[in-house]
């Protein structure tokens, strides 16, 4: 599958390790990594390696990963947090700049709730 990257792109270039980011799981269609300015604690960004600013612009076999990826990451989020209810999170993704898209390479936030009462995420 040839990747298709837009060279003035900064999640196409932490794709490419042009600029450093905080990899967690890389697929042949996917990457993931730390947000820089995270809201949470272990806010995850899940990416196509597919240069599309909206979800309809991405083509079906990289959308296909994003969600078993984002449940592997959300299973290693559950196994670290020792809590009996198990971890709280929210999976969200922003398209156009209307609904408070910045970055214009489709992503999804993983983003950890953390439980008041134990402090864990
Ligand atoms: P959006 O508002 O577009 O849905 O979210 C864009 C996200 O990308 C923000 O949470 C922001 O912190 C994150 N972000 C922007 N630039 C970088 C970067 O260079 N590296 C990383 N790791 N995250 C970034
Ligand atoms: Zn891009």
Redesign the pocket.
Known sequence: IPAAFDAAC?FCK?IKGE?P??KLIETKYTYS???????AEA?V?VIPKYHGAKLHNVPDEYLADILPVTKKLAIALDLAVDSPEGVGYNVL??NGRIA????DHV?F?LIPKRNEKTGLI
């Not at 990594?33 to 809201?39: A, E, G, K, R, W």
């Not at 408070?100 to 970055?103: A, N, R």
């Open positions: 900064i932490i600029i980011s905080f990594f730390l947000d820089i300015q995270p809201t806010h960004l993704q922003n408070h898209q910045e970055v992503h936030h």
